[in-house]
T-cell receptor, first 116, second 111 residues
Framework: DAGVIQSPRHEVTEMGQEVTLRCKPI?????LFWYRQTMMRGLELLIY????????DSGMPEDRFSAKMPNASFSTLKIQPSEPRDSAVYFC??????????????FGDGTRLSIL | QKEVEQDPGPLSVPEGAIVSLNCTYS??????FMWYRQYSRKGPELLMY????GNKEDGRFTAQVDKSSKYISLFIRDSQPSDSATYLC???????????FGTGTRLQVTL
């Protein structure tokens, strides 16, 4: 089974440019999560979707950040305009609702973003 | 104060040692507790999860939860160099979908 697929794996761009990160969740999963990981702050939840609908975007740092999920197999996280402090590793994760019990989140391998 | 506190390490132990990793938390609503392992340049992968208080064992790994103290632990017996990674604790309230993570403890197991 293919896991969560993220692209690109690495992105280096100049300040002010638009950045688009992409995620393909595991087929059949109905939850999708976007995280940001830095040394200082650890893993922070930015936004999550259920059945393609954004449920909680309280972790999105600023209006420069936006996320979409046009269908069950694709999501994007966009930063426009980008700033050096946005440099981090961005992870996408997906999970499947079950009747009860924990639903583990499965993570992609991340996009390492550097804003110069 | 963060909801979940975790010593960042690094923690260096010799091969074969018993490793103890810990997290404390402040939110009494947390009921599900997880440990994720993250290798360098990879995403976190779920290692263990427990519900409420108690112990859970899986091979060389044991997870413990003490809700009265708001303290969780992961023990690794007979540690191996392949256990070298960052270990993140995570937790959530019963009906919540989102996880709250610790910042991770970096573990190095040396030969």
């Amino acid at each position: 089974d293919a896991g969560v697929i993220q692209s690109p794996r690495h992105e280096v761009t100049e300040m002010g440019q638009e950045v688009t990160l992409r995620c393909k969740p595991i087929s059949g999963h109905d939850y999708l999560f976007w995280y940001r990981q830095t040394m200082m702050r650890g893993l922070e939840l930015l936004i999550y979707f259920n059945n393609n609908v954004p449920i909680d975007d309280s972790g999105m740092p600023e209006d420069r950040f936006s996320a979409k999920m046009p269908n069950a197999s694709f999501s994007t996280l966009k930063i426009q305009p980008s700033e050096p402090r946005d440099s981090a590793v961005y992870f996408c994760a997906s999970s499947l609702t079950r009747f009860r019990g924990n639903q583990p989140q499965h993570f992609g391998d991340g996009t390492r973003l550097s804003i110069l | 104060q963060k909801e979940v506190e975790q010593d960042p390490g690094p923690l260096s132990v010799p091969e074969g040692a018993i490793v103890s990793l810990n997290c404390t938390y402040s939110n009494s609503a947390f009921q599900y507790f997880m440990w994720y392992r993250q290798y360098s340049r990879k995403g976190p992968e779920l290692l263990m999860y427990t519900y409420s208080s108690g112990n859970k064992e899986d091979g060389r790994f044991t997870a413990q939860v003490d809700k009265s103290s708001k303290y969780i632990s992961l023990f690794i017996r007979d540690s191996q160099p392949s256990d070298s990674a960052t270990y993140l604790c995570a937790m959530k309230a019963g009906t919540a979908s989102k996880l709250t993570f610790g910042t991770g403890t970096r573990l190095q197991v040396t030969l």
